[in-house]
């Protein structure tokens, strides 16, 4: 596998070797300056050779193949194929792809589970020549003989990493085997575990490998914070976040279950929340959604099944109010802050049985999280519990036993 590594983004998308109309489409729509991922990416699948594209989440990724993928459609008499984890990712997808794409004459069509399988019927019907979905509902489609895919030209496995995690990886192989072997092949994803490796190998042809930033980078203008705090006063410290902190926030918690009662809280500081996880339906996750944008939400409270589905400028801060169950859904959480240039602020609830995740989480940005005084808290209605006042780090006291890591100067969080 070749590989190219970004010096920073070009000063246009001039001198990339996108079509004028393109071009024209790219300034009415404000896009003027590209990102660096799009800047290396744009110029080698123009030319249609395959790609694996490592790039941190907020990066433009949509349009580094979006771009590349319309031209060479509007050329050829081929078709696109776009396949992503979640439903809110796809919708997001085909809205920015449909945007620009429509000036050549492309139609798209998305196929997500919780949606009508008969209109999506109908929207094959009409030849598009892009179409857009989730694993699961792809091969609902071909087993059902609505979907056929021996006329596409290009395809593309986004955020690949999400996909093996959520156990996608007999679905994305069932739809590359049936694929033509002619075509051009582009994956793109925040990590590089030996599964996307796999596939690369197997199912791509001496793909260019584009890495932007090593994996595990964050976003550069979001600064993180870390609180130890007692289960019982989560809820009490969140309140106080809010009352602080009077923009847009984006709250993460492990379990759906958690999400619709974080959410029921939020409501009764006085707040506006919406909540999004796997139990509500589409219609109910993009009406929250589209709350959330237009700010008749404050707050939105999401499950990690969402952490990639949500495209939102402008969230001033998330709030991992339950750790992710894995470190690298931190990355993908807290990247929904400081998207487009902007500044974010990442918060982190850890009670302090958790020092080994935050250790994790640690790790893989390579950073120390800064820990936090806690402020004064209301005591827990059932626990009388004071929330604990940690020491600056260099002057924890030593607990029994060995309490550094193996090179590590930063003191375990107390038992």
Same mark, same amino acid.
Do not use: C, W
């Given at each position: 596998?070749?590989q190219?590594?970004?010096?920073?983004?070009?000063?246009s998308?001039?001198?990339?070797?996108?079509a004028?109309a393109?071009?024209?489409?790219?300034?009415?729509?404000?896009?003027?300056?590209?990102?660096?991922?799009?800047?290396?990416?744009?110029?080698?699948a123009?030319?249609?050779?395959?790609?694996?594209g490592?790039?941190?989440t907020?990066?433009?990724?949509?349009?580094?193949f979006?771009?590349?993928?319309?031209?060479?459609l509007?050329?050829?008499?081929?078709?696109?194929?776009?396949?992503?984890?979640t439903?809110?990712?796809?919708?997001?997808?085909?809205?920015?792809?449909?945007?620009?794409?429509k000036?050549?004459?492309?139609?798209?069509?998305?196929?997500?589970?919780g949606?009508?399988?008969?209109l999506?019927?109908?929207?094959?019907?009409?030849?598009?020549?892009?179409?857009i979905?989730?694993?699961?509902?792809?091969?609902?489609?071909l087993?059902?003989k609505t979907?056929?895919?021996?006329?596409?030209g290009?395809?593309?496995?986004?955020?690949?990493?999400?996909?093996?995690?959520?156990?996608?990886?007999?679905?994305?192989?069932?739809?590359?085997?049936?694929?033509?072997r002619?075509?051009?092949?582009?994956?793109?994803s925040?990590?590089?575990?030996?599964?996307?490796?796999?596939?690369? =190998?197997s199912?791509? &042809?001496?793909? !260019?490998?584009?890495? +932007?930033a090593?994996? $595990?980078?964050t #976003?550069d203008?979001?600064?993180h914070?870390?609180?130890?705090?007692?289960?019982?006063?989560?809820?009490?410290l969140?309140?106080?976040?809010?009352f602080d902190?009077?923009?847009?926030?984006?709250?993460?918690?492990?379990?759906?279950?958690?999400?619709?009662k974080?959410?029921?809280?939020?409501?009764?500081?006085?707040?506006?929340a919406a909540?999004?996880?796997?139990?509500?339906?589409?219609?109910?996750?993009?009406?929250?959604?589209?709350?959330?944008? =237009?700010?008749?939400? &404050?707050?939105? !409270?999401?499950?990690? +099944?969402?952490?990639? $589905?949500?495209? #939102?400028?402008?969230?001033?801060?998330?709030?991992?109010?339950?750790l992710p169950?894995?470190?690298?859904d931190?990355?993908?959480?807290?990247g929904?802050?400081?998207r487009?240039?902007?500044?974010?602020?990442?918060?982190?609830f850890?009670?302090?049985?958790?020092?080994?995740a935050?250790r994790?989480i640690?790790?893989?940005?390579?950073k120390?999280?800064?820990?936090?005084?806690?402020?004064?808290?209301?005591?827990?209605?059932?626990?009388?519990?004071?929330?604990?006042?940690?020491?600056?780090?260099?002057?924890?006291?030593?607990?029994?036993?060995?309490?550094?890591?193996?090179?590590?100067s930063?003191p375990?969080?107390y038992?």
């Open positions: 596998m070749q190219q590594f970004s010096s920073g983004p070009a000063s998308f001039y001198g990339l070797g996108i004028p393109l071009l024209e489409t790219l300034g009415r729509l404000n896009f003027r300056v590209p990102t660096p991922i799009q800047t290396r990416a744009i110029p080698i123009i030319q249609g050779k395959d790609l694996v490592i790039a941190q907020g990066t433009g990724k949509t349009l580094a979006g771009i590349p993928m319309l031209q060479r509007s050329q050829t008499q081929k078709k696109g194929l776009v396949v992503l984890p439903r809110e990712l796809a919708l997001q997808v085909e809205e920015s792809l449909r945007s620009v794409g000036v050549l004459g492309l139609r798209t069509a998305v196929l997500i589970g949606a009508s399988m008969m999506q019927i109908r929207d094959l019907k009409r030849n598009p020549h892009l179409f979905g989730t694993p699961g509902r792809i091969i609902d489609h087993n059902q979907l056929r895919l021996d006329d596409v290009i395809v593309v496995l986004d955020e690949a990493d999400r996909m093996l995690d959520m156990g996608f990886l007999p679905q994305i192989q069932r739809i590359l085997q049936v694929l033509p002619d075509r051009q092949t582009m994956l793109f925040a990590t590089m575990p030996d599964g996307v490796m796999k596939i690369a =190998s199912y791509m &042809r001496l793909p !260019v490998r584009v890495e +932007i090593p994996s $595990g980078t #976003v203008k979001v600064t914070e870390l609180f130890i705090v007692p289960r019982e006063q989560k809820t009490a969140l309140e106080k976040l809010l902190h009077k923009g847009s926030t984006l709250v993460f918690t492990r379990t759906k279950y958690g999400a619709r974080v959410t029921r809280q939020i409501r009764s500081f006085g707040v506006s909540e999004i996880h796997s139990n509500r339906s589409l219609n109910q996750r993009k009406e929250a959604l589209e709350g959330f944008k =237009s700010g008749r939400y &404050r707050v939105l !409270v999401a499950t990690d +099944i969402a952490s990639r $589905g949500i495209d #939102v400028v402008g969230i001033e801060m998330v709030v991992n109010y339950d169950a894995a470190s690298e931190y990355v993908h959480r807290i929904r802050t400081a487009a240039g902007a500044q974010g602020h990442a918060v982190t850890a009670v302090p049985q958790e020092q080994q935050v994790s640690e790790r893989l940005i390579r120390n999280i800064p820990i936090s005084k806690l402020p004064e808290l209301p005591k827990a209605d059932f626990a009388q519990i004071s929330a604990p006042q940690y020491p600056p780090r260099s002057r924890f006291p030593r607990p029994h036993g060995n309490f550094r890591r193996s090179g590590s930063r375990r969080f038992r």
